[in-house]
């Protein structure tokens, strides 16, 4: 089987569509997306639909939840609360339902899929070191699991031997003794200093898991951020990546 993973599209329209067109040249089978489709950007209804009617599942981030008021906006900055307040004003009521609908972790025969990590994964902690990995490993039940939420693409790796390293490499081939956690970036607001969307394919034949980048108009994703009245850092950053 072979799957193209994406997280954090943000509502970035043209990123999300760009990553759609790259996969169509992949001999994707399926696709699968790993929150936060909402937030930031000016398009969540258009995001919406089109994970809707593309992903064959799609799990739950931390915006996606806040904007139907399954997650506090508390935990938000006040840049992030604005966006989210401001996209519960522009979605209707079957896109809502859509978000309420979605579950924290998905799994089957050839992997796991959470937003942020296994253990307490309706908190959205974010997997930044090793320590936090190690509790996931812990709770892993198939050798690899894909997470986004940093937005920064990377893989933890948990040896035979059950030592944790983390590497960001963006190509990994699978060892059967080996257990593998894979951040797959960002389509829609990456944060690694790169500004190309971010995507992954995963062929879990070949056991094999490639991290992509691709451009897209980053100049017209702004300029909507700035026009719809959302704050203006949140087009800016799209510019460096950050």
Not at 64 to 76: I, K
Not at 136 to 150: A, D, K, P, Q
Request: with cysteine; net charge negative; glycine share 6%.
């Amino acid at each position: 089987m072979r799957y193209a993973i994406f997280s954090d599209i943000h509502s970035n329209l043209e990123a999300l569509n760009s990553v759609l067109e790259a996969c169509k040249r992949e001999s994707v089978d399926k696709y699968l997306c790993i929150g936060d489709v909402v937030g930031y950007a000016s398009n969540p209804a258009e995001c919406i639909d089109l994970i809707r009617n593309t992903a064959l599942v799609c799990v739950a981030g931390n915006h996606d939840w806040a904007v139907v008021n399954l997650f506090s906006t508390e935990y938000f900055n006040p840049t992030a609360r604005e966006a989210i307040f401001w996209t519960g004003r522009n979605i209707e009521e079957d896109r809502r339902y859509f978000m309420e609908s979605l579950e924290l972790v998905f799994k089957n025969e050839h992997l796991i899929m959470v937003h942020g990590s296994l253990n307490s994964p309706g908190e959205f902690n974010y997997m930044v070191d090793t320590y936090i990995a190690q509790e996931s490993f812990m709770l892993m039940e198939r050798n690899i699991c894909f997470i986004g939420h940093t937005h920064i693409p990377g893989v933890f790796i948990q040896d035979k031997n059950g030592k944790v390293s983390y590497r960001g490499d963006y190509d990994i081939d699978i060892k059967v003794f080996d257990k593998y956690i894979v951040n797959v970036g960002s389509v829609g607001q990456p944060r690694d200093n790169n500004p190309k969307a971010s995507y992954c394919i995963f062929d879990s034949d070949k056991k094999e898991v490639r991290i992509k980048r691709v451009a897209y108009d980053i100049e017209a994703a702004r300029n909507k951020i700035i026009k719809a009245g959302l704050p203006v850092s949140l087009g800016d950053r799209l510019l460096s990546g950050r």
